[in-house]
């Protein structure tokens, strides 16, 4: 059972552009939201984070959106930067509870030149 | 400041035999978790420990599959008896805190068993 879905496995977005990320969640018990990018050959790196008590989390080209009622999370990459290309992790986890890290499938981003 | 090592970076292995994952936190962390990443697959968490403690294991096969952090030295996971369903990455990451949110990832261990 897929707590975590990321329903598009890749995207293409030119550069300049802004690349959105979507991001679907079962658990309502989850308080805590990551996206993590990830190269070939190499471990994911954290990127940005939210906590449930908040709606927007903002870091430079990146923000991370946050809809409760809807079970959904969005990160938005403005503007869109060749080394943005990579494969993106959203991920969940309940810290109240336990430190296990749920994971969706990712999304392979290319940025198009 | 180094951050999570792991080694080796790629492992083969026959059907069989034992494979031994190795794990060195970042400095200072005391909480180390493993992941495994099948291909065209998410992470799945494997087992989360602290020094000389398995916290949660639910993640982890029952069998052939075990997983250490001893007081000294780096965490070790260890998979005997491999077959080729275990083919995949190995992640390891730590924190410094338990219920921090964010971990820090390894490079990852890649198992081909053949």
């Known amino acids: 059972d897929q707590q975590v879905k990321q329903n598009s496995p890749s995207l293409s977005v030119q550069e300049g552009r802004i690349s959105i990320l979507n991001c679907d969640y079962t658990?309502?018990?989850?308080?805590?939201f990551l996206w993590y990018k990830k190269y070939p050959a190499e471990g994911p790196t954290f990127l940005i984070s939210?906590?449930?008590?908040?709606d927007k989390n903002e870091d430079g080209r990146f923000t991370v959106f946050l809809n409760k009622s809807a079970k959904h999370l969005s990160l938005h990459i403005v503007p869109s930067q060749p080394g943005d290309s990579a494969v993106y992790f959203c991920?969940?986890?309940?810290?109240?509870?336990?430190?296990?890290?749920?994971f969706g499938k990712g999304t392979r981003l290319h940025i198009l030149p | 400041n180094a951050g999570v090592m792991q080694n080796p970076r790629h492992l083969v292995r026959r059907r069989g035999q034992e494979a031994r994952l190795r794990c060195s936190p970042m400095?200072?962390?005391?909480?180390v978790y493993w992941y495994r990443q099948l291909p065209e697959e998410g992470l799945k968490f494997m087992v989360y420990?602290?020094?000389?403690?398995?916290?949660?294991e639910s993640g982890m096969p029952k069998e052939r599959f075990s997983a250490e952090f001893p007081k000294e030295g780096p965490s070790i996971l260890r998979i005997q008896q491999v077959v080729r369903g275990d083919s995949a990455a190995y992640f390891c990451?730590?924190?410094?805190?338990?219920?921090?949110?964010?971990?820090?990832f390894g490079p990852g261990t890649r198992l081909l068993v053949l």
């Open positions: 990451a730590s924190s410094p805190v338990a219920a921090s949110g964010t971990q820090y």
């Open positions: 658990n309502s018990m989850f308080d805590y």
């Open positions: 939210i906590s449930s008590i908040k």
């Open positions: 991920a969940a986890l309940y810290r109240n509870r336990d430190d296990k890290i749920i």
């Open positions: 400095k200072g962390h005391s909480h």
């Open positions: 420990l602290q020094k000389e403690n398995i916290i949660d």
